[in-house]
């Protein structure tokens, strides 16, 4: 969590897991990431068909598109969510439901803000024969910083990420002069944090009338001896359910 983290709609705070939808980062003409995340959810009590949570350590949520959103985002949905918690490990699942009588796609993300206690020392393992896209590169390809370098410099990774339905991890850390640019966040925050989004991205989703996607996000924290090459990409992208 930001040490600046402001509480106030209708903006989201700065940490935990904002989720993204309809739209990924700027890819399409909707705001940064969506509008889902600037929106306050309600306790689902039909979650329907996933059985009803009967512990204290699940809750459903869900989102339903408002006059507001459809003017931005003309298409009525469902976006449910739940989250559970057990002994060392998150579970997210995340669906989206069609409630219009069109066909919509969309591009989905679940931002995870990671506490660390030193970037420094962190070592983000299991993607590196994955394909990637650099923003930095694309982006800023004629001032590329050398900060991006100093995130993978380490070891000490000792949690896990398991995608059910999601085909994209982005890694994210603003660094120094970055982090002093973004309002909410603390000069030195860049220090503690690091994102690791699971994202659905590659092909929008394409839901018809009355269809429902759902995919799944397990964070756990797996013992150091797990780590040096020992994760294999494609489990961890197709693993999960
Ligand atoms: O500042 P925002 O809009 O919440 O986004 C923060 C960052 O979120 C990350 O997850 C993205 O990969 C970055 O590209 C983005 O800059």
Redesign the pocket.
Known sequence: MSSKATWKLPKAI?GGIPVCFPQF?NLGSLE??GFAKNRLWSVDSDPSPLAPTNNQTSVDLILKSTEEDLKTWPRSFELRLRVSLNAGKLTLIPRVRNTDSKAFSFTFAL?NYLYVSDISEVRVEGLETLDYLD?LMRRESHDRPREEENLCSAEGWHAGCRLFNLDYF?V?NPWDKKAKT?PDLGDEDYKTML?V?SAAIETPIFLKPSEEWKSGQELSTVSSSYCSGQLDPRMVLHGLY
Do not use: L, T
């Open positions: 700065r980062g940064q990431h931002i923003n982005f994210w973004i994102c989004d």
